[in-house]
């Protein structure tokens, strides 16, 4: 019985799915998640319509938001010439509870051994800016979007 249940289940589903009917139970969106501003309605490009909080990455209901009134250029040369050190405050959002939930901040170095970044001042750890995808997005895009604002 258990088995003949499975089949009819899967059966169900994948016909779903083949007809495009999936969206309607799961919702638009929900099984992608938003790594960039303007990839979802739920997460606001600016928070508040602020330009200081522009979002990074929204996921499962939480925008994270660069607060640009917070960067700190801590030193143009991190540990040697043409090194960068600094630091800003990732904000995040709960959509379903209309607030912040938490502020983090993010320091980044660059060395010649690589880029690093400390959140709340736990330890550096080394990271790829050029990976797209996987958990540390929220360290690697903030990191390219503090990067193009120094270079202006």
């Not at 499975?6 to 998640?33: N, Q, Y």
């Not at 170095?109 to 929220?138: A, L, P």
């Amino acid at each position: 019985m258990k088995f003949m249940k499975k089949v009819m289940v899967t059966t169900l589903m994948g016909a779903l799915v083949a007809v495009g009917g999936m969206s309607g139970i799961i919702g638009e969106g929900v099984a992608a998640p938003v790594y960039a501003s303007g990839m979802s309605g739920m997460y606001e490009n600016n928070l508040w319509d602020d330009s200081n909080y522009e979002l990074v990455r929204g996921h499962m209901g939480y925008g994270n938001y660069i607060d640009w009134s917070s960067a700190v250029l801590i030193s143009d040369r991190g540990i040697g010439p043409g090194q960068t050190r600094f630091a800003v405050n990732i904000v995040t959002y709960s959509v379903e509870k209309n607030t912040i939930v938490g502020t983090h901040t993010y320091e980044y170095i660059e060395s010649r051994e690589g880029t690093f970044c400390s959140v709340d001042g736990n330890g550096y750890q080394r990271f790829n800016e050029n990976e797209e995808y996987g958990y540390n997005q929220i360290v690697i895009e903030t990191y390219k979007r503090c990067m193009r604002e120094l270079r202006r």
